[in-house]
């Protein structure tokens, strides 16, 4: 390309990252899919002793201990619809907003790992559970792997928001893929379209052609 020739550079679209837009959305999904999964499983279980059906399992799911969890899952799903239609600023806002709310997943559950509830919290977590014993008699709490699930959908989120908000201006949007590369140059006149033009403009048709041959 000589130095006077057209910049074919000049128009390309910047917007052709395709493989980090794919990997933002498998995270947003996974994280949304785990975080929701774990959420409606029991996290920690605990042995009650009722008057009349000796002892009773007694459990609390994620989203009774920890409502962010399947909250955080659901905005992150709705994410990934919106991914679709933003782009800019909006879109990295929307980034800003899935991290932070999937960081809050991960902090409060490994802060409920770290001090899990008491037996007796646990106890009454589960509705129509009518037990006689005293806190005393209640077994010791047992924490399931279910936590840890929500801990990896989170941190899994936080990644695919923050290459969100960092590689936004090279993601695709909506419509990119339908635009031709340099589209933006103008296209080849057609000489037969350019006489009709000027002879529905009212001009003489053969004028430039005539002109064009000196």
Same mark, same amino acid.
């Given at each position: 390309?000589?130095?006077?020739?057209?910049?074919?550079?000049?128009?390309?679209?910047?917007? $052709?990252?395709?493989?980090?837009? %794919?990997?933002?959305?498998?995270?947003?999904?996974?994280?949304?899919?785990?975080?929701?999964?774990?959420? $409606?499983?029991?996290?920690?279980? *605990?042995?009650?002793? $009722?008057?009349?059906?000796?002892?009773?399992?007694?459990?609390?799911?994620?989203?009774?201990?920890?409502?962010? =969890?399947?909250?955080?899952?659901?905005?992150?799903?709705?994410?990934?619809?919106?991914?679709?239609?933003?782009?800019?600023? %909006?879109?990295?806002?929307?980034?800003?907003? =899935?991290?932070? %709310?999937?960081?809050?997943?991960?902090?409060?559950?490994?802060?409920?790992?770290?001090?899990?509830?008491?037996?007796? /919290?646990?106890?009454?977590?589960?509705?129509?559970?009518?037990?006689?014993?005293?806190?005393?008699?209640?077994?010791?709490?047992?924490?399931?792997?279910?936590?840890?699930?929500?801990?990896?959908?989170? *941190?899994?989120?936080?990644?695919?928001?923050?290459?969100?908000?960092?590689? /936004?201006?090279?993601?695709?949007?909506?419509?990119?893929?339908? %635009?031709?590369?340099?589209?933006?140059?103008?296209?080849?006149?057609?000489?037969?379209?350019?006489?009709?033009?000027?002879?529905?403009?009212?001009?003489?048709?053969?004028?430039?052609?005539?002109?064009?041959?000196?």
């Amino acid at each position: 390309m000589t130095a006077g020739g057209p910049d074919v550079t000049a128009g390309a679209d910047p917007r $052709t990252d395709r493989r980090s837009y %794919a990997i933002v959305l498998a995270g947003l999904l996974a994280g949304a899919a785990a975080l929701w999964g774990s959420g $409606t499983a029991a996290w920690f279980t *605990v042995e009650v002793p $009722t008057a009349t059906r000796g002892a009773v399992e007694a459990s609390a799911t994620g989203a009774q201990l920890q409502p962010v =969890v399947t909250a955080a899952a659901a905005l992150l799903a709705a994410a990934v619809a919106a991914l679709v239609a933003l782009s800019g600023l %909006a879109r990295r806002v929307l980034g800003v907003l =899935v991290g932070l %709310a999937s960081a809050a997943a991960v902090v409060l559950t490994l802060r409920l790992l770290a001090v899990p509830p008491t037996p007796v /919290e646990l106890a009454s977590a589960r509705s129509g559970l009518n037990s006689g014993a005293a806190p005393e008699g209640i077994g010791a709490v047992t924490a399931t792997g279910w936590p840890w699930l929500a801990v990896a959908g989170g *941190v899994l989120a936080v990644a695919a928001s923050v290459l969100l908000v960092v590689r /936004e201006p090279r993601l695709p949007k909506l419509g990119s893929r339908y %635009a031709a590369p340099g589209a933006q140059a103008a296209p080849p006149s057609d000489p037969d379209r350019a006489a009709w033009e000027r002879l529905d403009a009212g001009g003489d048709p053969t004028v430039g052609p005539r002109e064009g041959d000196n």
